[in-house]
């Protein structure tokens, strides 16, 4: 179980990209998680829309084969084109779908400029699964009125996937509660002394539980500054820092409210501006970035 699934990727703000190494009983524990909340079965299919570059494919590949399910993989073209993924969903059968907000925009727009063409409705009935980037609340709503259902899910590449889940309802505000933790997963919303901070109070997000990746290979001093020790748990246990702002709504929902730091998400992938600077900086013809 405490043996590495894979190794993932993602941007670092010296330049050098980070690989965060999880383990086998982390994942074990997402695809255990995700099918509790979802409950995947014979009659179902998922269309996979991400590269499998993206530990979301994690759960677009092993879920639904666990459980009898169908993975309907789609092409890049497909992916780019909205027209032909509303299309794939039909043909398919399509009973769930992982993803991201921009993604999901697109097919929002498709299907409201085809009136009562072959993509109206395609969304009707379907389990929509958000993730990757912050959800607007126009698209939320979007969502809520014309899929099955909407659960918006969080988690940095460090905890394995999703954190974190919420069935998305009402929206207040423009702002989409990432909801609560998955299972075997805490989360902790901190003030810079590592204090809980009041329901409503704005904090840094932490994550502790059975979710957490190794650390970063090979970059044990960056592993230390990132996953540090949990003062809320047994002895050795770490939490996650994730550096996103956060705070308790009502009902004991999360509500993702931005980042400490200048990172982005572009299509749900992570960058640090400063590895974009680094690789300016490194031009012979650039002094400064």
């Known amino acids: 179980p405490e043996h590495p699934a894979y190794v993932i990727y993602t941007s670092g703000s010296t330049g050098r990209p980070k ?12 695809l255990a998680a995700m099918q509790g909340r979802f409950g995947l079965g014979v009659g179902d299919r998922l269309v996979a829309v991400t590269t499998v570059g993206f530990d979301i494919a994690g759960l677009e590949l092993y879920l639904p084969l666990l459980h009898g399910a169908r993975t309907v993989l789609a092409g890049r073209d497909v992916v780019r084109d ?13 009973t769930v779908v992982q993803a991201t907000p921009s993604l999901w925009q697109a097919l929002v727009s498709e299907e409201e400029g085809v009136g ?16 990757g980037e912050a959800l607007p609340g126009g698209l939320a709503r ?7 259902s909407v659960t918006n899910l969080y988690g ?3 905890t394995t996937v999703w954190s974190t889940a919420g069935v998305v309802g009402e929206v207040r505000g423009g702002v989409s509660s990432i909801g609560g933790p998955v299972a075997n997963t805490r989360v902790y919303v901190l003030d810079a002394g590592l ?18 990746a190794r650390g970063y290979l090979g970059r044990s001093g960056l592993s230390g500054e990132r996953f540090v020790a949990c003062p809320f748990g047994g002895a050795g246990e ?15 929902q999360l509500e993702y409210l931005g980042r400490v730091d200048d990172q982005v998400k572009v299509r749900g992938f992570r960058i ?10 490194g031009h012979p013809s650039v002094t400064r970035a």
């Open 19 to 30: 690989g965060v190494v999880v383990e086998h009983r982390a994942l074990v524990n997402f």
């Open 82 to 94: 909205p027209g032909a993924l509303c299309e794939l969903l039909v043909s398919a059968g399509a």
């Open 238 to 252: 770490r939490m996650y820092r994730t550096g996103d702002l956060v705070r308790w709504g009502v009902g004991g």
């Open 195 to 212: 204090s809980p901070v009041p329901v409503g109070v704005v904090g840094e997000l932490y994550v502790a539980g059975a979710g957490l």
């Open 272 to 281: 640090e501006l400063g590895e974009i600077e680094a690789v300016l900086a």
């Open 142 to 148: 979007a969502l809520v009125g014309r899929a099955g």
């Open 156 to 158: 940095p590449t460090e």
């Open 116 to 131: 009562a063409g072959a993509g109206a409705g395609v969304l009707a009935g379907l389990r929509v699964l958000v993730g």
